[in-house]
């Protein structure tokens, strides 16, 4: 995935491109759950500037039925500027 976004940090500063990308591969394990691991970088702004962030993920993902999914993994940072250790849960759905 790659997304391009023109943003402002904050009403009347100027505007600044923004990058992300990620790649990511999963394996189903059993029924409806299922393991990813993923790449990720993008740019961060932080005080008029602009710096590279970077993370490698891995998680698991269970689907509730064809539109709710629960997700939990860890973000372990690659650049000084990630968090070491990023754990969450997430809820999706659709409708």
């Given at each position: 995935m790659?997304?391009i976004?023109?943003?402002?940090?904050r009403?009347?500063?100027?505007?600044?491109v923004?990058?992300?990308?990620?790649?990511?591969i999963?394996h189903?394990i059993?029924?409806?759950?299922s393991f990813?691991?993923?790449v990720?970088?993008?740019?961060?702004l932080?005080?008029?500037?602009s710096?590279?962030?970077?993370?490698s993920d891995?998680?698991?993902?269970?689907?509730?039925g064809?539109n709710?999914q629960l997700?939990?993994?860890l973000n372990?940072g690659?650049?000084r500027v990630?968090e070491d250790?990023?754990?969450?849960?997430?809820?999706?759905?659709?409708?």
């Amino acid at each position: 995935m790659v997304e391009i976004d023109l943003t402002a940090e904050r009403a009347g500063s100027p505007h600044k491109v923004i990058t992300v990308g990620s790649a990511s591969i999963g394996h189903g394990i059993v029924g409806q759950l299922s393991f990813y691991a993923e790449v990720y970088g993008g740019t961060i702004l932080a005080d008029d500037s602009s710096t590279w962030e970077a993370t490698s993920d891995l998680g698991l993902t269970l689907g509730i039925g064809s539109n709710v999914q629960l997700d939990a993994g860890l973000n372990l940072g690659v650049t000084r500027v990630a968090e070491d250790v990023n754990p969450f849960l997430g809820l999706a759905f659709r409708f």
